[in-house]
């Protein structure tokens, strides 16, 4: 008979590994914000093209009270899309001042 194997006692999931793990999950949810800031700012350049197509159409139909309607819903899109991508960026540096709290920095 040879030597019994004892096998290693469980580690407790420690504060060391919370704060990696917490940091892992703080950095995936960065890069995700990130990117969708990235989307919307692609979607703004296309909002741009399709509202300037309607006003051209409705301007060739000499339609000014749809010209002036679509105008005004384009404006407030982009109002409240850059409201959202400022609520995103305020989420983005409060990722960012966490992550320099568990880092030490």
Do not use: C
């Amino acid at each position: 008979m040879g030597p019994e194997r004892r096998e290693a006692p469980p580690q407790e999931y420690g504060v060391e590994q919370f704060k990696g793990d917490l940091q892992r999950e703080l950095e995936q949810e960065l890069r995700d914000w990130e990117l969708d800031l990235q989307s919307r700012d692609q979607g703004d350049t296309d909002a741009l093209e399709i509202a300037l197509k309607h006003v051209r159409f409705k301007r060739g139909k000499k339609d000014e009270e749809g010209v002036s309607e679509e105008i005004e819903n384009s404006a407030q899109g982009f109002i409240t899309r850059e409201l959202e991508r400022e609520d995103i960026r305020r989420r983005m540096e409060a990722i960012r001042r966490v992550l320099a709290k568990l880092s030490g920095k």
